[in-house]
């Protein structure tokens, strides 16, 4: 397909400010050439293309989420029937979600998800006030996978553990040779970027326990191979991030390899801190 638009945002809304990631498609060719963090009362129309198309991240706090095991007979359809099993569970009428699946583990399962429509529109109209109506949103941890996925080298092994640290709820994912597999986020009281250190080693810890427990009690996880790596990513991530979690899991702990040739050199420094900014403009 060529993309008959010029530029792709991505926009991701974290307490008082907003992360957008700009990306070129003249001329058939994809490049990334803004990235930026800024307070969101800052921003303006100006400073995207508005006959672009923008797409935002959704928290896995603003969701509900419901693996869906599908089923061999080819006579159903694998979407409407995962939603189905979601819809069952939920306490509240349907008509009050956004509702998507999307497949995972080789399309054995999908990940049903249930959007809250209060909370998806109240983040469109802020998105449209200040820059352009949204032409669609993606859950934080898969737009993160999508990032990895098309903007890294994939040098971690057959499994590898994302994680995103942004704000205090922090996003992960893991993917098995190259297909996510499970994502969810990280719920802790501490405070990362904290001027107290014992509070962001909290929260370091909140992470590790996270994904120890994960392995533990997920079954595909669980029944998969080791794993080999973890991929820092977000607004917080660094080297010294990085060393504090592996320091405590003792598994190799890394920022992602991005690909060079995909951005303009100018932004090429800060591009790991954007997986799921960029994922937001994969379609």
């Not at 530029?7 to 400010?17: F, Q, S, T, V």
């Not at 040779?177 to 962001?200: F, K, Q, W």
């Amino acid at each position: 397909m060529v993309e008959l638009r010029s530029r792709k945002y991505g926009a991701e809304l974290y307490d008082d400010r907003i992360r957008l990631v700009g990306l070129s498609t003249a001329a058939g060719r994809n490049r990334v050439d803004m990235l930026d963090d800024l307070p969101f009362d800052a921003v303006e129309g100006e400073k995207i293309d508005r006959e672009g198309s923008l797409y935002m991240a959704v928290p896995e706090k603003n969701t509900i989420i419901k693996r869906v095991k599908i089923s061999t007979d080819r006579s159903l359809d694998p979407d409407k029937l995962a939603q189905f099993e979601l819809i069952a569970s939920l306490l509240e009428d349907d008509d009050q979600y956004y509702l998507e699946s999307f497949e995972i583990n080789g399309g054995s399962e999908r990940l049903a998800v249930a959007y809250r429509r209060q909370d998806i529109d109240r983040r469109l109209k802020l998105l449209q006030k200040r820059l352009i109506k949204p032409s669609g949103f993606k859950l934080r941890s898969w737009a993160m996978a999508a990032g990895y996925l098309n903007y890294c080298r994939h040098e971690g092994g057959r499994l590898v553990c994302l994680i995103d640290i942004t704000d205090n709820i922090a996003s992960y994912c893991f993917v098995e040779n190259n297909r996510p597999i499970h994502l969810g986020a990280v719920i802790s009281n501490a405070v990362i970027g904290d001027p107290d250190e014992t509070s962001t080693k909290a929260f370091l810890l909140d992470i590790v326990a996270t994904v120890q427990y994960q392995m533990l009690t997920c079954n595909k996880l669980s029944q998969s191979v080791p794993l080999s790596m973890i991929v820092v990513t977000g607004g917080h991530a660094g080297d010294e991030m990085a060393a504090g979690i592996e320091d405590v899991i003792g598994i190799k702990t890394a920022l992602p390899v991005m690909r060079k040739e995909l951005f303009a050199p100018e932004i090429l420094a800060e591009s790991h801190k954007y997986l799921i900014g960029l994922g937001l403009t994969v379609d």
